[in-house]
């Protein structure tokens, strides 16, 4: 039958271990309750799929037995350790999974072909120290300046007490949850998934990341400046709703889709273009 010789070619093996991988992160993430941290691992598990797929014919698939032996182990012990409820490690177990799963499928000698997959996986890895780094600047003190300014600018009569924004009828606290590091580190990501995906300079990869990190943060500070307006407006209903992680949720779009604009009009379509106008001088 067609079935049975799909089942006989390692590929196919392969690519449902990894879509099984990717499927075990994402329902434990599911379960875990991190809504950022999941729009975020889906965007790099779509990215990971992208890559593969436009390189699948240029893949090495030929492991040697102690690559595969040790590849194996590492994929054994990340499904072992995700039966126990607090075994699993959002963000290190999908890089030791894949590390695994390119060490089975073309073993230590080819690893350098998925560097790209790798590093991003990798930044699930790096995302808690670059919180931690985050958080060492006093962000919310920043971000509170930030969106004070922000009122401000806008006709309202606000002043600030540190990390207290402060409306004639209301203030608000700016503490670490709402100082916008995981809106920063969202937008981080996604400049990297972009210029992995698109190849583009390196100043252009620069703007990109010094873009990104503004895009997070002045996103997050017009946030918390609605908060403010919101408290001052008595209307709890909506604040909670905008504190809350679907409101955290809308912002985040809201900033990868102003990044997203800003990459089309300034590099992706000038791609487009001069790949149209090679194939009418071709012609």
């Known amino acids: 039958m067609e079935w049975t010789r799909y089942l006989q070619k390692p590929t196919y093996w392969l690519l449902a271990l990894g879509v099984a991988l990717a499927t075990l992160h994402l329902t434990i993430l599911d379960r875990a309750g991190e809504p950022n941290l999941m729009s975020l691992s889906i965007l790099l598990w779509l990215a990971i799929g992208s890559l593969l797929w436009d390189k699948r014919h240029n893949l090495h698939l030929e492991s040697d037995l102690v690559s595969t032996l040790v590849g194996f182990s590492l994929i054994m012990l990340i499904l072992c350790r995700g039966l126990a409820p607090t075994g699993y490690h959002l963000k290190i177990s999908p890089f030791v999974s894949g590390f695994g799963l390119a060490l089975m499928a073309s073993g230590v000698k080819r690893l350098l072909d998925y560097w790209k997959e790798l590093l991003i996986l990798g930044l699930l890895v790096l995302y808690s120290p670059l919180a931690n780094v985050l958080q060492a600047i006093n962000l919310p003190l920043i971000t509170a300046k930030a969106s004070t300014f922000l009122l401000w600018l806008t006709g309202f009569k606000v002043y600030r007490e540190g990390v207290f924004i402060?409306?004639?009828?209301?203030?608000?606290?700016?503490?670490?949850?709402?100082?916008g590091i995981d809106s920063i580190l969202l937008m981080l990501c996604i400049a990297v998934l972009f210029f992995l995906l698109i190849p583009i300079k390196t100043i252009q990869r620069i703007v990109c990341i010094?873009?990104?990190i503004f895009l997070g943060f002045i996103v997050n500070a017009a946030r918390v400046s609605l908060m403010a307006i919101?408290?001052?407006?008595?209307?709890?209903?909506?604040?909670?709703?905008?504190?809350?992680?679907?409101?955290?949720?809308?912002?985040?779009v809201i900033g990868v889709a102003l990044f997203g604009l800003f990459c089309w009009l300034a590099y992706v379509r000038n791609m487009a273009n001069l790949a149209d106008s090679t194939k009418e001088e071709v012609r």
Do not use: Q
């Not at 402060?166 to 100082?179: D, F, H, I, Q, R």
């Open 166 to 179: 402060n409306l004639p009828t209301g203030k608000v606290e700016v503490y670490g949850a709402c100082s």
């Open 210 to 212: 010094g873009l990104a």
């Open 230 to 252: 919101l408290v001052a407006s008595r209307d709890m209903e909506a604040f909670d709703y905008w504190h809350g992680k679907d409101g955290s949720l809308i912002f985040s």
